[in-house]
């Protein structure tokens, strides 16, 4: 059987500890063999960043801007104990930070769902996916606490020098403060990002804030999304026959509860924090999750949602066998082969990425799975693989189908 072949490269982010042991393994057993795979790499493994003192990770991200598309490994965001386990000279930055502060993106995360890894949430059927924005708000906040009796004030002074002033509180007795912000051009980057990929997935899309409560600051956002809605994308979401649905931010949460999934849900920055967590815990499983920053250019960076699992490299290093899911790490990889088959028009490359999911979802459901998903499966005798016949396993589904 001939390979399938690629036109652009995909930029490859290979990256830390288990998930960098599981990329060989998917490379190995599941693309190669099929896919003529160009890729330009960058070894974004801690070691490696620190030796280009992290111009390798500034590099990925300006040739993801140069090809459109990246497929990135979990990597180490070091701290302390990694300052001395790798013998670092800094402490590097999160890579996921800067080629975010690179890409300006939105990150949408989503759930692959599977009959046996049933949600929390009975009416949920299809998988929800939250929207985050990644700026602003109480994340770049200032605060004080306040001593006793005094007047806070919020002062605005333009660069000519008038000020404006809004009174928050008269204190009478001790208390604390806040000071938030964001900026329109970020709101709009977001809101592009969001509109965008609701029509690449075709799937509606909700936001929503407290504007009745915060008549300036999350009305603003409201704005933002509604006349960036009305003038560039209302036509398109009309012809691809999905919605822009805006509501109060508890109308949201008690309608989610209730839906059958299936949408895109726009969350500002605090909001999406607390919810992302909510959805990925309700839907069974961190190792089934997917996550895909795009940019409002219209880049992509396809990874998973989990971290290097930290725990199970030690193990395998100890020379014992692990039981790693490698289902959202395959699923960065088909994420990234089919928007590049879908850009290139290399219609057999998007079928591959569709097929190969579909092995992995066929397998668990066949009952062969990691334990992580065995512990939480409703199917009765679950087959619990180590972290390579688990691949394998994957790769006579696919041969199969
Ligand atoms: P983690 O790698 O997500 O793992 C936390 C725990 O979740 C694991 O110990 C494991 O539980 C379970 N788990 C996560 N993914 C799994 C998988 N694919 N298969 C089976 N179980 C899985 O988070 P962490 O251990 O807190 O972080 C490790 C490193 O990852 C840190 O250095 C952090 O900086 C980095 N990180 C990177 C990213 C990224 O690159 N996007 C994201 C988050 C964290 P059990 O141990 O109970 O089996
Ligand atoms: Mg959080």
């Not at 459109?68 to 890579?95: D, F, H, Q």
């Given at each position: 059987?001939?390979?399938?072949?690629?036109?652009?490269?995909?930029?490859?982010?290979?990256?830390?500890?288990?998930?960098?042991?599981?990329?060989?393994?998917?490379?190995?057993?599941?693309?190669?063999?099929?896919?003529?795979?160009?890729?330009?790499?960058?070894?974004?493994?801690?070691?490696?960043?620190?030796?280009?003192?992290?111009?390798?990770?500034?590099?990925?991200?300006?040739?993801?801007?140069?090809?459109?598309?990246?497929?990135?490994?979990?990597?180490?965001?070091?701290?302390?104990?990694?300052?001395?386990?790798?013998?670092?000279?800094?402490?590097?930055?999160?890579?996921?930070?800067?080629?975010?502060?690179?890409?300006?993106?939105?990150?949408?995360?989503?759930?692959?769902?599977?009959?046996?890894?049933?949600?929390?949430?009975?009416?949920?059927?299809?998988?929800?996916?939250?929207?985050?924005?990644?700026?602003?708000?109480?994340?770049?906040?200032?605060?004080?606490?306040?001593?006793?009796?005094?007047?806070?004030?919020?002062?605005?002074?333009?660069?000519?020098?008038?000020?404006?002033?809004?009174?928050?509180?008269?204190?009478?007795?001790?208390?604390?403060?806040?000071?938030?912000?964001?900026?329109?051009?970020?709101?709009?980057?977001?809101?592009?990002?969001?509109?965008?990929?609701?029509?690449?997935?075709?799937?509606?899309?909700?936001?929503?804030?407290?504007?009745?409560?915060?008549?300036?600051?999350?009305?603003?956002?409201?704005?933002?999304?509604?006349?960036?809605?009305?003038?560039?994308?209302?036509?398109?979401?009309?012809?691809?026959?999905?919605?822009?649905?805006?509501?109060?931010?508890?109308?949201?949460?008690?309608?989610?509860?209730?839906?059958?999934?299936?949408?895109?849900?726009?969350?500002?920055?605090?909001?999406?924090?607390?919810?992302?967590?909510?959805?990925?815990?309700?839907?069974g499983s961190l190792a089934m999750?997917?996550?895909?920053?795009?940019?409002?250019?219209?880049?992509?960076?396809?990874?998973?949602?989990h971290?290097?699992v930290?725990?199970?490299?030690?193990?395998?290093?100890?020379?014992?066998?692990?039981s790693t899911n490698?289902v959202?790490?395959?699923?960065?990889?088909?994420?990234?082969?089919?928007?590049?088959?879908?850009?290139?028009?290399?219609?057999?490359?998007?079928?591959?990425?569709?097929?190969?999911?579909?092995?992995?979802?066929?397998?668990?459901?066949?009952?062969?799975m990691t334990k992580d998903l065995a512990l939480i499966t409703?199917?009765?005798?679950?087959?619990v693989?180590?972290?390579?016949?688990?691949?394998?396993?994957?790769?006579?589904?696919?041969?199969?189908?």
């Amino acid at each position: 059987m001939s390979k399938i072949q690629m036109t652009t490269p995909l930029v490859e982010m290979d990256g830390d500890e288990m998930t960098r042991i599981l990329w060989q393994m998917i490379k190995d057993e599941l693309l190669l063999p099929f896919i003529d795979l160009k890729t330009e790499y960058y070894d974004l493994g801690l070691e490696h960043r620190n030796e280009t003192d992290d111009k390798v990770t500034v590099d990925s991200a300006e040739a993801t801007k140069k090809y459109g598309v990246a497929v990135k490994c979990a990597t180490i965001t070091p701290n302390a104990a990694r300052m001395t386990e790798y013998n670092l000279k800094e402490m590097w930055k999160s890579p996921n930070g800067t080629i975010r502060a690179i890409l300006d993106g939105t990150v949408f995360r989503a759930p692959i769902v599977v009959k046996g890894i049933e949600p929390n949430v009975k009416s949920w059927k299809k998988p929800i996916t939250i929207a985050r924005h990644a700026y602003g708000d109480v994340y770049k906040n200032t605060e004080m606490r306040i001593p006793g009796a005094g007047k806070v004030e919020l002062v605005y002074t333009a660069e000519d020098g008038t000020e404006e002033r809004a009174l928050v509180h008269t204190f009478n007795g001790p208390g604390v403060v806040q000071g938030q912000h964001n900026i329109d051009a970020s709101i709009e980057s977001f809101a592009h990002s969001c509109f965008k990929f609701a029509l690449d997935t075709k799937q509606d899309l909700w936001f929503a804030s407290k504007d009745t409560i915060s008549k300036k600051y999350d009305h603003r956002f409201k704005d933002i999304f509604q006349e960036i809605f009305d003038k560039e994308y209302k036509d398109a979401f009309d012809k691809a026959g999905i919605e822009y649905f805006y509501t109060l931010i508890d109308d949201a949460v008690a309608r989610v509860m209730k839906s059958e999934g299936g949408f895109i849900w726009a969350c500002k920055n605090y909001d999406g924090d607390v919810m992302s967590d909510m959805i990925s815990s309700a839907f069974g499983s961190l190792a089934m999750m997917t996550s895909v920053l795009v940019s409002p250019q219209g880049y992509y960076e396809y990874e998973a949602a989990h971290g290097t699992v930290q725990r199970h490299y030690y193990k395998h290093l100890k020379g014992e066998e692990t039981s790693t899911n490698s289902v959202a790490t395959i699923f960065a990889w088909t994420g990234a082969l089919r928007k590049r088959g879908e850009l290139d028009n290399i219609p057999e490359l998007s079928a591959f990425a569709d097929k190969l999911e579909q092995a992995c979802i066929k397998t668990i459901e066949d009952g062969k799975m990691t334990k992580d998903l065995a512990l939480i499966t409703s199917i009765d005798n679950p087959t619990v693989l180590n972290s390579r016949d688990f691949i394998i396993e994957i790769r006579k589904t696919f041969e199969s189908l």
